[in-house]
Nanobody, 120 residues
Framework: QVQLQESGPGLVKPSQTLSLTCTVS??????????WSWIRQPPGKELEIMGA???????YYSPSLKSRTSISRDTSKNQFTLQLNSVTPEDTAVYYC????????????WGQGTQVTVSS
């Protein structure tokens, strides 16, 4: 059973950098065939795919967030990390990490989500 757990600060000030870590257990982030994603849901809005890191280490970013987003990984800890720069209150959301199966496109495992509020 794969488990994902997000961690990081729940409150970030405007213009600062939001950093979240997803710790994965029960499966390796380098296992062939998966993409490890960051997804968020602002209040009252739909889920938004922010970006991902593939099992190979290649990254993908949403075009709308690419200039502010960086995703990296620590394979020794089986973790991957999101950094979102220059945050504004519009970045307030529940942030999820999730695993996507490349062959089917299915998101088969999700973290529970973590609320991040951007406010001074």
């Amino acid at each position: 059973q794969v488990q994902l757990q997000e961690s990081g600060p729940g409150l970030v000030k405007p213009s600062q950098t939001l950093s979240l870590t997803c710790t994965v257990s029960g499966g390796s982030i380098t296992a062939d065939g998966y993409r490890w994603s960051w997804i968020r849901q602002p209040p009252g809005k739909e889920l938004e795919i922010m970006g991902a890191i593939f099992y190979s280490g290649t990254t993908y970013y949403s075009p709308s967030l690419k200039s502010r987003t960086s995703i990296s990984r620590d394979t020794s800890k089986n973790q991957f990390t999101l950094q979102l720069n220059s945050v504004t209150p519009e970045d307030t959301a529940v942030y999820y990490c999730a695993r996507r199966v490349l062959s089917t496109g299915e998101y088969d495992y999700w973290g529970q989500g973590t609320q991040v509020t951007v406010s001074s």
